[in-house]
């Protein structure tokens, strides 16, 4: 019997069975040549296969306000401070490395805190680790006091033209000529040393003194922060190079003066003020001069205030972790952040007032007190009285005349004739309610007036 031939419709189930698995084979077999081994060194670890939102890993996504609050410093101003660094930093053997922005940012955040614990943003990031904090803080200490670095941020005029500078500078702010800059010094706790712990103790706690030199606008011109606690301000001054060079320009007749507290000795190259001069003596030519004087001299006191309210690192009050060296290498650091704000214009952070009277204390407590026999430098005391004539003669504000000598009781009048001469001689449109708080009272009768001399503005009381 012949087959009959099949119909559109029919499907052959024995014809179309061997390529359907032929399919199905060639499917698996694509589907498995697909993903290609993936070798072990290509292999990420699990933590760095996790994404991280943006604002938890990078700073520079904060706010410029928040960004300035947590590092003291603008985006731009920290973009660039990790360029110069870079080539100065010191190399590492880790095999986990991270960035110089990461450890830059570490350490402005415990400059600016005086603390391990950093945030971002209020978040606190998990890689960030109190050993990666301290090894970046060491690291940029060490690159920031790289000779190319600090004298680009820190320099005391060697030339002329940058004295004048200078000199214009104060003379146009304070009056006092030829002065190239006020110096004072402030101690920066330390952890108690091996060594040299005499040299090191402040009679309260082991420091590091600084001297600090500063200009009329507050920049520093001049740190040295190797000296102990222990040390003088005058001894410090002596054995610095500033005082050679002062010496030399004074001696080759261009006047070069700095200003100092009451802490230093009188001598030819630094103005100190007068001794035994208070806010009662009388005026003179000396408390004059005496006057403007702290008055210049308050520019490098507020330039270590600002210095400290900003990085809170070298407040009394912060760690006590680290050996002198490297506390003497953050003292720098910090010095040359605080131009690189100044340059820029950036607003000091205020301390606050616990914060300020703490600190103070512990400043007081920690400096000698001022000596009271002064070593007379004829020099220094013959340059001293030069300037004291000179500012006299110079003297911007007219001197205040004497005050009136109080008279005698029985040299004055009764008290009714006393009222009824201050009435005819005083004029109303010049007098002032509070001209002489020591002049008696006048009790007026009329009860629309306001308690001044007066009179009414109508002869007799309105009639109703």
């Given at each position: ?15 179309e069975?061997?390529?359907?698995f032929?399919l199905?084979?060639w ?10 081994p993936?070798s ?28 300035i ?31 110089v ?12 805190t005086?603390?391990?614990?950093k ?9 960030i ?24 941020y820190?320099?005391?005029p ?6 004048e500078?200078i000199k214009n ?9 030829n002065v190239?800059?006020c110096v004072?010094?402030?101690?920066v706790?330390?952890?108690r ?41 005058d ?17 080759s007749?261009e006047?070069?003066?700095l ?7 009188q ?51 912060c ?38 009277r ?8 920690a400096n ?6 002064y ?12 300037l ?13 005349s ?16 006393q009222q ?23 009790l007026m009768n009329?009860p ?5 001399a007066?009179?009414p503005p ?6 109703h």
């Amino acid at each position: 019997m012949a087959d009959k031939p099949p119909d559109d419709s029919y499907i052959s189930v024995v014809d179309e069975e061997p390529v359907f698995f032929e399919l199905l084979k060639w499917d698996s077999t694509q589907s498995q040549k697909q993903p290609e081994p993936r070798s072990l060194e290509k292999a990420k670890s699990p933590e760095k296969t996790v994404p991280k939102t943006r604002d938890e890993s990078d700073p520079f996504d904060l706010s410029d306000a928040a960004f300035i609050e947590t590092y003291r410093i603008s985006k731009d101003m920290a973009r660039n401070l990790c360029e110069e660094l870079k080539p100065v930093m010191p190399d590492t053997t880790k095999s986990i490395e991270f960035s110089v922005e990461s450890k830059v940012l570490a350490a402005l955040s415990f400059y600016a805190t005086g603390k391990y614990q950093k945030s971002i943003g209020g978040k606190t990031d998990p890689n960030i680790t109190q050993y990666f904090v301290s090894t970046a803080v060491m690291q940029v200490t060490e690159a920031m006091n790289s000779p190319t670095i600090v004298k680009k941020y820190i320099h005391f005029p060697h030339l002329r033209n940058e004295r004048e500078i200078i000199k214009n500078g104060f003379y146009m702010k304070y009056g006092i000529p030829n002065v190239v800059g006020c110096v004072d010094c402030m101690h920066v706790p330390i952890a108690r040393p091996d060594d040299d712990q005499k040299k090191h103790f402040n009679k309260s706690y082991h420091s590091k003194k600084a001297q600090i030199i500063c200009d009329s606008n507050m920049n520093i011109l001049s740190v040295d922060a190797k000296p102990g606690g222990s040390l003088s301000h005058d001894a410090i001054l002596n054995k610095h190079a500033v005082k050679i060079d002062l010496e030399s320009l004074n001696y080759s007749r261009e006047l070069c003066w700095l200003i100092g507290g009451p802490h230093y000795f009188q001598r030819p190259y630094i103005m100190t003020p007068v001794p035994k001069i208070t806010k009662k003596s009388p005026l003179s030519p000396e408390k004059y001069y005496t006057n403007m004087q702290s008055q210049t001299h308050s520019v490098v006191k507020e330039a270590i205030k600002q210095l400290k309210s900003r990085w809170k690192c070298l407040q009394a009050t912060c760690n006590k972790q680290f050996d002198p060296p490297t506390v003497a290498m953050m003292i720098v650091a910090c010095c040359v952040l605080h131009n690189l704000c100044t340059a820029h214009g950036l607003p000091a952070v205020p301390m606050g007032a616990t914060e300020e009277r703490l600190e103070a204390m512990k400043q007081r407590v920690a400096n000698a007190p001022a000596p009271r026999k002064y070593h007379e430098d004829a020099g220094g005391l013959q340059a001293r009285t030069t300037l004291i004539e000179r500012l006299w003669n110079e003297r911007r504000v007219a001197p205040e005349s004497n005050p009136k000598k109080r008279m005698a009781k029985k040299d004055r009048l009764p008290e009714p004739v006393q009222q009824q001469q201050h009435l005819h001689t005083m004029q109303p449109q010049h007098q002032s309610m509070h001209e002489d708080p020591k002049r008696p009272r006048i009790l007026m009768n009329n009860p629309y007036g306001l308690g001044v001399a007066v009179p009414p503005p109508w002869p007799h009381y309105p009639q109703h």
